[in-house]
């Protein structure tokens, strides 16, 4: 099994009988994906999380569509499933759980070949210096709130947003996250291309017992088990 960082808040995780993406905005390496079981995943309908164009090309592969419940434009009814926050659904050997967001759409929970994934979307710590005192209130009380109905899971890889634009303050979910998850692995995403915010991220995280997996660029291979 590896995991590879596409682009934004996208990641590709294959073995050699699936490839589960997730918010992949960016046609991957098709070649890859041939004689494969797949499952496309997108959290929401944000352009910046999910591509109309991308899931039309994967509808000549085995594809099945995993969507977030705002996204009404689906390629393909009958392969698709649309999960609203606390759905569950099981495809194969493959278990899912819809879980909120503190945007649009859903977070997903995923167990799969004996590990345990977990997808934020858009769930994250939103504070933005806009903001004033009475909205940062309500952003970390959904966002706590949401990660609450999480707690007790075990998550082996935890995609979590650690956004460049929020400035000092694009750590909070990520930081909470380990504090109150404990996942093994933490792989920060929704960078919009700026991944010099990723550098040195493991000595500014609170890190504890968690594994940090960053991505320099696009396409990338983050994560490799080893045989």
Request: proline share 4%; aromatic share 14%.
């Amino acid at each position: 099994m590896y995991i590879e960082h596409l682009a934004h808040s996208g990641f590709l995780v294959a073995d050699d009988k699936f490839v589960l993406l997730f918010d992949c905005i960016e046609e991957p390496n098709l070649d890859i994906l041939k004689d494969k079981e797949i499952v496309f995943f997108s959290s929401h309908s944000h352009k910046d999380h999910y591509s109309p164009e991308v899931a039309r090309t994967l509808s000549a592969f085995h594809t099945v569509y995993v969507l977030g419940c705002d996204i009404t434009d689906s390629v393909s009814p009958s392969r698709t499933c649309t999960m609203k926050p606390y759905d569950e659904v099981t495809l194969g050997p493959i278990y899912i759980k819809a879980f909120g967001s503190t945007d649009r759409g859903v977070s997903f929970y995923i167990k799969f070949n004996g590990k345990s994934y977990f997808h934020s979307g858009d769930l994250n710590w939103w504070h933005w210096k806009r903001m004033n005192k009475e909205e940062l209130s309500t952003e970390e009380h959904d966002f706590k709130g949401e990660i609450e109905k999480i707690r007790g899971l075990e998550i082996d890889f935890a995609f979590v947003p650690v956004d460049p634009r929020l400035e000092e303050f694009g750590l909070l979910a990520a930081d909470y996250f380990i504090e109150t998850l404990f996942p093994k692995y933490l792989i920060p995403m929704h960078s919009f291309g700026d991944y010099s915010y990723y550098v040195g991220l493991d000595e500014r995280l609170s890190l504890k017992d968690t594994i940090l997996l960053t991505s320099a660029h696009k396409n990338q291979t983050i994560y490799k088990e080893q045989p």
